[in-house]
Nanobody, 130 residues
Framework: QLQLVESGGALVQPGGSLRLSCATS????????IGWFRQAPGKDREGVSC????????YYADSVKGRFTISRDNTKNTVSLQMNSLKPEDTGVYYC???????????????????????WGKGTLVTVSS
């Protein structure tokens, strides 16, 4: 069974940094585009960043551009999200998701297409608060 597991969530002060990881079980990342999404209390799930299957394309939501960096290591079957200069509005549960749909993460707008993702992790909580 294909599984994704997120880790690295924590309580951090504003201005701090966290590194989230998405690990896979039961399949390799080769051929899968990966997206990171987040959901704040009372809000819809929103796209944060994505990386294409080759790693050649990455996109970011405007709200995190310049602060977050997505990367992947197919040899280790992991995708990471480095988050710097964290703000209280970054608080939420962060999910990684995977798809073989080639259009996902082929253009900036595709980042937000939650229906393109086939496999989801259970999430990791990030709380940014003083």
């Amino acid at each position: 069974q294909l599984q994704l597991v997120e880790s690295g969530g924590a309580l951090v002060q504003p201005g701090g940094s966290l590194r989230l990881s998405c690990a896979t079980s039961g399949f390799t990342l080769d051929g899968y585009a990966i997206g990171w999404f987040r959901q704040a209390p009372g809000k819809d799930r929103e796209g944060v960043s994505c990386i294409s299957s080759s790693g050649g394309s990455t996109y970011y939501a405007d709200s995190v551009k310049g602060r977050f960096t997505i990367s992947r290591d197919n040899t280790k079957n992991t995708v990471s999200l480095q988050m710097n200069s964290l703000k209280p509005e970054d608080t939420g549960v962060y999910y990684c998701a995977a798809t073989r749909r080639t259009y996902y993460c082929s253009a900036p707008v595709s980042l937000f297409d939650v229906y393109a993702l086939d496999y989801w992790g259970k999430g990791t909580l990030v709380t940014v608060s003083s």
